[in-house]
Structures are given as structure tokens and as C-alpha cells.
């Protein structure tokens, strides 16, 4: 992106955005002037139109039209509509692959305990954009029969914009006090759009950072997610916890700000994971990846809770990673997160240290197997956290490292060259395990599976004769005939 210098290159590169969606917009504003209604394109529709990367996102309308009133006028002519956000104003729609959220002008009060607006419409813009959460927020574009008109800015969200900078309409503390989230929704800005808070912002929110608690997890999380996969996460993350938002939403990130000791014999963990987050993120090769991001965040959550000073004047933090890994576990279970996120991100931080039991290169073709069976589809993204998590100043010891993890990725090139690494399953399925011992389904042919599976980790594909062979020495052992 271009620095922007002025309003009007500003205003320029909105119309070439919005032009892109030249045919919705003039289409819309012709269903609202005939019928008499206000459009106007909003939020951050607007605010992206400036940064001139609207793209993907909603379309986002305000409208002095009931939502009833809406869906009448849009039911002819949308591809499809939908009523989930009816109780707050929202009408949402599809029109030619594009999706659309028409809400009527809000005139909200809040009641100050349950921080739930008392949903309220108005009939003007402007004490709908001032209800907004920053100014860069609270531009707005009238959309005419012929589409985008013109520019409506009261609250000088474009010089905010120039200046990269969030603050509120209002007060901050009396926006803050209204909804809380708009604490949070800072930080995400601040990594979505690489902005800064106003100070007044900043101060506001290390005093009220504590109702951030009485915001439900789903509408935290969200933003969250949004922060984590934005282009700058470190500046949002650093902002949270330096404010006092983190000890509310992820109080174990802020925990790793631990006092370097005495001795200078360990960094800050905090930093070192901001780092490793900063790190992984350049190693991406698909796009953002909220797994490896949440990884690379908590990889070192578990080391406060696990250090100890040793008598020799080091300090060590024996099974971090597995105390981390239930940490994550817990954390991530809290935030609602699927169950898919909560393993993934809890199995990376498991594994992101034992490549360190690697040395040079003396791991046995089983230490490889399991290495990969046990990443199992998250392999890549494991590769990625380890290699982030290199953060030494020391150039050679940082080559030597990653010259051992290249060496480890050709392990795993070469054994899989051979065999099927991706499914290391036992040489005998339970089928053939019931058959040679004569037994019926239940948890001993469980036990035999596993134990064909350990040896097939060990010693790699063995014959079926083989196979059969241990199988049945196995189960001689455990006194059976
Ligand atoms: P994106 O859709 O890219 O995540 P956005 O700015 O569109 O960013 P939304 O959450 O979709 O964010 O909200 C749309 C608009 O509604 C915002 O730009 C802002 O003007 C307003 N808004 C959203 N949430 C709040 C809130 N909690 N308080 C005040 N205004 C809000
Ligand atoms: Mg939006």
C-alpha cells in the first residue's frame, strides 16, 4: 500500500474500490431513492475503501428504513436474504456472489450493567456514526439511484486514517463504558490495520481494561481471532497486555513477562514468544494461519509455572511443554474454541521442544517415525514452529540449529521415501489379530494393535510373517496357547 499523502488521493483510491462494486451499489441506491428511503455505506466498508482494499469484505449500509421496510424492498431484487441479525437492525443479503448487511440507523442506550444495548432506532446518520467505535469507523458514503455519491466524514475519521491513529467519537471512557469490546476491538485494529491508539484511548483503557470481564467469551474470542490472523498480531498482543487487557482475556500471556534474573541466564519469555510469533508468521506459505499463530504465541505458557532455580545458578523449566500443553488445553477450551483448534494448538506446543533431543543428527529411524507420526497432519506447521523458535542472537549457533533441522526434514524425506510415514499403522489389521489367536472383538485385540503398532514404530514395515511371528510370541508371553 502506497503512503497515503492527502484527502483527496485518499478519496481517490476509495472511488476506484468502490467502483469495483459499481452495479450493487447503484442498484441498491436506486431501490432506496425511489422508495424514499437514506442509504449510506458505512464502517468498515468505508474505512477499507480508503485504504483502498475493499475486496473481500461485507458491505456494510445504513438506512433510515425499518428492517421490515428492507426486506420488502430488497426481497425482489437480492439473490438471497437472510434475517439472523433482525433484533439489532441487520438485514443481511447476497447479491452477484457479494454480501451485503443493511442496518437501520441505531440510537442505542446502555444500561450499564448488563452492557447489552437496549436495541433503538433512529432516523439520522449522524447520531448513528457518533454511536460507532472509532472514527475510522465512522465515515460514511451516500449511495444514490446513480450509486457512491458523496463523501460524509463528521467526526474527521480521515484524518485519523492519515494519521493512523484509532479514537473514539466520544469519550473514550464513556464509549468504553457503553461496550467494553471496543477495548479489544482496538487491539485488533491495531493488527489489522497497523494503527496506533490515541493516547486518550490508551489511557481510558488501562483504567476500565476490567470490564473486558463482562463480556461474554463468543463476542471476545472474535475478536481475538481477528487480532491473531491480522498482518501485525505482535502490536495488538503487546498492546493487550500493556494495557491490562491480556491479564482479562489471556492472562497467561502477560505472565510470561518474566523478571530476567540475576544471572542474564534466561531472555524474557514474554518477548522470545512475540519474536517466535513474528518468526512463524514469515514462514507462512498459505496465508494466515490461526493454529500455528495460537502455537507460536503459547509454545512457552508452561515456563513460569515450571522454573526452577538449579544450585549450579542456571535455571531450567523441565516439562514445559507438557505442563503447556494443558495450559493451552484449558485456555483455549475457555475461549469456546473448537475442538479441532484446541488439539491442534495443544499437540504443537507438546512436540515443539523435543527436536531439541536431535543433537547432530543421532535420532534412530524410530525416534523419525514417531517424530512424524505423532505430528501426524500437523507436520508442516510443526517444522514451521520449530525452525520460529530458533531466537538466538549467536549467527552460528542460529545455523547450526537450522542445518540440524534440515537434516531431520531429509530423515523424514528419505524413511518416507521407503515406506508410508504418513500411515504407520500395525502389519496386521484386527481382523487377522482375531483370526490368528482365535479370539472375539474386545479390548485384548486392542492391546495386540498397539503392541503390532510399537514394533512397527521401532523396527519399520515388517512382513506378514514377521508380523505373525511377534504376534504370537507376544501373546505366549502373556501366558496365553
Ligand atoms: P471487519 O468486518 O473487517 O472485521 P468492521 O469494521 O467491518 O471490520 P464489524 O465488526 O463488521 O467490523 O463492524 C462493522 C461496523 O460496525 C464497524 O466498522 C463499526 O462502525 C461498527 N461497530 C461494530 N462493532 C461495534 C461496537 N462494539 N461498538 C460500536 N460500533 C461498532
Ligand atoms: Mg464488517
Given at each position: 500500500m502506497p503512503e497515503p499523502t492527502d484527502d483527496a488521493e485518499l478519496l481517490a483510491a476509495a472511488a476506484v474500490a468502490l467502483h469495483r462494486h459499481a452495479d450493487v451499489l447503484s442498484g441498491l441506491g436506486s431501490l432506496f431513492a425511489t422508495a424514499g428511503h437514506q442509504l449510506y455505506l458505512v464502517g468498515g466498508s468505508v474505512r477499507d475503501a480508503v485504504l483502498g482494499r475493499l475486496d473481500t469484505g461485507d458491505l456494510d449500509f445504513a438506512t433510515d428504513a425499518r428492517p421490515e421496510q428492507v426486506q420488502k424492498l430488497l426481497r425482489p431484487w437480492a439473490d438471497a436474504l437472510w434475517d439472523t441479525g433482525i433484533e439489532f437492525g441487520t438485514v443481511g443479503a447476497e447479491k452477484d456472489h457479494r454480501r451485503l448487511e443493511i442496518t437501520t440507523f441505531r440510537a442505542d442506550r446502555y444500561d450499564r450493567v448488563s452492557r447489552n444495548p437496549q436495541v433503538a432506532f433512529g432516523d439520522s446518520l449522524d447520531d448513528d456514526l457518533v454511536r460507532r467505535d472509532f472514527t475510522v469507523n465512522a465515515m460514511a458514503v451516500r449511495v444514490a439511484a446513480t450509486g457512491a455519491a458523496e463523501f460524509v466524514d463528521p467526526l474527521g475519521g480521515l484524518a485519523a486514517v492519515r494519521a493512523g491513529v484509532l479514537d473514539t467519537p466520544a469519550k473514550p471512557a464513556d464509549s468504553f463504558g457503553d461496550d467494553p469490546l471496543r477495548m479489544l476491538r482496538a487491539a485488533r485494529f491495531v493488527s489489522q490495520l497497523g494503527f496506533a491508539v490515541a493516547p486518550r484511548v490508551r489511557t481510558a483503557i488501562e483504567d476500565m481494561a476490567a470490564e473486558l470481564g463482562r463480556i461474554t467469551v463468543e463476542r471476545v474470542a472474535v475478536e481475538l481471532d481477528k487480532l491473531l490472523l491480522g498482518d501485525n498480531p505482535v502490536a495488538g498482543i503487546d498492546l493487550m497486555v500493556q494495557t491490562g487487557m491480556g491479564d482479562v482475556v489471556l492472562p497467561d500471556v502477560g505472565g510470561m513477562q518474566m523478571a530476567i534474573d540475576e544471572h542474564h541466564q534466561h531472555k524474557d519469555v514474554y518477548q522470545h514468544s512475540l519474536t517466535v510469533l513474528r518468526?512463524?508468521?514469515?514462514?507462512?506459505?498459505?496465508?494466515?494461519?490461526?493454529?500455528?499463530?495460537?502455537?507460536?504465541?503459547?509454545?512457552?505458557?508452561?515456563?513460569?509455572?515450571?522454573?526452577?532455580?538449579?544450585?549450579?545458578?542456571g535455571v531450567s523449566f523441565h516439562h514445559h511443554e507438557v505442563v503447556g500443553a494443558k495450559m493451552v488445553r484449558k485456555r483455549l477450551?475457555?475461549?469456546?474454541?473448537?475442538?479441532?483448534?484446541?488439539?491442534?494448538?495443544?499437540?504443537?506446543?507438546?512436540?515443539h521442544l523435543r527436536f531439541h533431543g536431535y543433537g547432530d543428527g543421532k535420532w534412530t529411524d524410530s525416534a523419525v517415525r514417531r517424530y512424524v507420526t505423532d505430528a501426524g497432519p500437523l507436520l508442516p506447521q510443526l517444522h514451521k514452529l520449530v525452525r520460529a523458535d530458533c531466537t538466538t542472537r549467536n549467527r552460528r549457533r542460529a545455523a547450526r540449529l537450522q542445518a540440524n533441522y534440515d537434516d531431520l526434514e531429509a530423515r523424514i524425506a528419505e524413511l518416507a521415501a521407503k515406506e508410508d510415514l504418513q500411515r504407520v499403522r500395525p502389519d496386521l489389521d484386527g481382523n487377522e489379530i482375531m483370526q490368528l489367536l482365535g479370539i472375539p472383538a474386545g479390548p485384548q485385540v486392542g492391546e495386540a494393535w498397539r503392541h503390532l503398532k510399537e514394533l512397527r514404530l521401532d523396527r519399520g514395515p515388517l512382513t506378514h510373517e514377521e508380523a505373525t511371528a511377534e504376534l504370537l510370541s507376544w501373546w505366549q508371553a502373556r501366558g496365553n496357547r
Open positions: 518468526q512463524a508468521i514469515a514462514l507462512e506459505d498459505e496465508g494466515p494461519d490461526l493454529v500455528l499463530r495460537w502455537a507460536a504465541l503459547l509454545h512457552d505458557i508452561g515456563k513460569p509455572a515450571t522454573r526452577k532455580h538449579e544450585p549450579d545458578g477450551r475457555a475461549l469456546k474454541y473448537s475442538r479441532h483448534i484446541v488439539d491442534d494448538v495443544s499437540q504443537l506446543v507438546y512436540l
